[in-house]
């Protein structure tokens, strides 16, 4: 499952800010999918992922694409995502695609 790659990727590289992929969180995809007021994009996505075996085959360059119509569609002025310090290919994907550093969200631990 798509999730649960992203997940183990992200509590791999912030388990400060990021837990184990769980069935709760399976629970919360299933009833947010059916939610009419949220849009996803789906190449077999709240957040576009592609899985590791299909990386490099222009399909996440597909699916931003069909964002940014979807968007334009809607009267949107521009797309703004988030991107992990971490995952420096997708920033480099979303550079490619024109997206640009427009602000930064730091955090710190409290204890």
Same mark, same amino acid.
């Given at each position: 499952?798509?999730? %649960?790659? #992203? ?6 590289? +912030?388990?400060?800010?990021? =837990?184990?992929?769980?069935? !709760? ?20 996505? %709240?957040? #576009? ?6 990386? +490099?085959?222009?399909?996440? =360059?597909?699916?931003?694409? !069909? ?45």
């Amino acid at each position: 499952m798509l999730n %649960e790659q #992203i997940g183990t990727f992200h509590f791999e590289n +912030a388990p400060e800010a990021f =837990t184990k992929p769980s069935v !709760a969180d399976k629970e919360f995809l299933q009833s947010t999918l059916s939610d009419k007021s949220r849009l996803f994009l789906v190449a077999e996505i %709240e957040g #576009i992922v592609v899985d590791q075996k299909h990386r +490099a085959s222009s399909v996440g =360059t597909n699916l931003m694409r !069909a964002c940014g119509k979807w968007a334009d569609s809607q009267g949107a002025q521009q797309i703004r995502l988030e991107v992990m310090a971490f995952n420096q290919t997708a920033q480099k994907f979303y550079e490619k695609l024109g997206f640009k550093d427009h602000s930064h969200i730091m955090s710190k631990l409290i204890n």
